[in-house]
Nanobody, 121 residues
Framework: VQLQASGGGLVQAGDSLRLSCAAS????????GGWFRQAPGKEREFVAA????????IVADSVKGRFTISRDNAKNTVYLQMNSLKPEDTAVYYC???????????????WGPGTLVTVSS
């Protein structure tokens, strides 16, 4: 499966963005979908993950209450709704597919090229 993240941009603190991760080549519906982010000079950080059916969701403490992950298997797409954005949310956001729910980036395959989110203060 090939993944393509989109929806990033330059916003001000407090604004919202919705990222999309579209899959092609194979159905996304048989995989866990995960979002990660990587700021300059830092390691890739787990943001959120959603199970194949959408029944199970895990979210990083740093974004809990502000970010929501969802999926539409009919569209082969996983979303990340980001509200109340902060400057520290600035990073390249990546989506990945995994066989199981996991917080470790090592569990995910098929990374897309990422989409840049920049939050100004």
């Amino acid at each position: 499966v090939q993944l393509q993240a989109s929806g990033g941009g330059l916003v001000q603190a407090g604004d919202s963005l919705r990222l999309s991760c579209a899959a092609s080549g194979r159905t996304f519906g048989s995989s866990t979908g995960g979002w990660f982010r990587q700021a300059p000079g830092k390691e890739r950080e787990f943001v959120a993950a959603i199970s194949e059916s959408g029944t199970f969701i895990i979210v990083a403490d740093s974004v809990k209450g502000r970010f929501t992950i969802s999926r539409d298997n009919a569209k082969n797409t996983v979303y990340l709704q980001m509200n109340s954005l902060k400057p520290e949310d600035t990073a390249v956001y990546y989506c990945g597919a995994a066989r199981l729910m996991a917080r470790s980036p090592a569990a995910y395959l098929n990374w897309g090229p990422g989409t840049l989110v920049t939050v100004s203060s």
